[in-house]
Antibody, heavy 116, light 111 residues
């Protein structure tokens, strides 16, 4: 079975950075793109960006382009999402989701809380 | 303000049929780009419900169906069941933004 297992909950102060991991198994890592999606408390889904695990190319949402970095480690079949200069508005659950055009498998989510 | 517009809420009695609309523009749905739908139960990750506008993944009941016309797409749920109470999101690519977008989400209440 395909599994996406994300790292645990994080608590950060404003201005800090957070790096969330998404370890994959059960499929060929480089054959599928990976998206990152976040959901603020009580709000809808927000697309953050996409990474191609094969070559590492990325495309980020305009709103986050100057603060987000997505990377991958092909040796461990893991993708990472790092968000810098955290603000209280970045408090959300962060999801990785495998893409075959549509998002067919999702990670369990990583809660990130930004508070002073 | 989402690029894809959904009604905030819909409701229906058990056994009834409801539809959820997703209105876009010429840079996404109207450009012929596929629409996908996800169901999110409380405190869980979203689950793929419909892909490529009309296709159901294995395991999704045929009570769920998708369609598209012009710049809008719709998700129809027939034979409503209590377990269908959830939030539903549409999803597509937007060529003007050069990125993916979600609808704002629709909360379905089964009366």
């Amino acid at each position: 079975q395909v599994h996406l297992v994300q790292s645990g909950a994080e608590m950060k102060k404003p201005g800090a950075s957070v790096k969330v991991s998404c370890k994959t198994s059960g499929y060929t890592f480089t054959n599928y793109y990976m998206h990152w999606v976040r959901q603020a408390p009580g709000q809808g889904l927000e697309w953050m960006g996409i990474i191609n695990p094969s070559g590492g190319s990325t495309n980020y949402a305009q709103k986050l382009r100057d603060r987000v970095t997505m990377t991958r480690d092909t040796s461990t079949s893991t993708v990472y999402m790092e968000l810098n200069s955290l603000k209280s508005e970045d408090t959300a659950v962060y999801y990785c989701a495998r893409s075959y055009d549509y998002l067919d498998v999702w990670g369990q989510g990583t809660p990130v809380t930004v508070s002073s | 303000q989402s690029v894809l517009t959904q009604p905030p809420s819909v409701s229906g009695a058990p056994g009834q049929r409801v539809t959820i609309s997703c209105t876009g523009s010429s840079s996404n749905i109207g450009a012929g780009l596929d629409v996908h739908w996800y169901q999110q139960l409380p405190r869980t990750a979203p689950k793929l419900l419909i892909h490529g506008t009309t296709n159901r993944p294995s395991g999704v009941p045929d009570r769920f169906s998708g369609s598209k016309s012009g710049t809008s797409a719709s998700l129809a749920i027939s034979g409503l069941q209590a377990e269908d109470e959830a939030n539903y999101y549409c999803h597509s690519y937007d060529s003007s933004l050069s990125g993916w977008v979600f609808g704002g989400g629709t909360k379905l209440t089964v009366l």
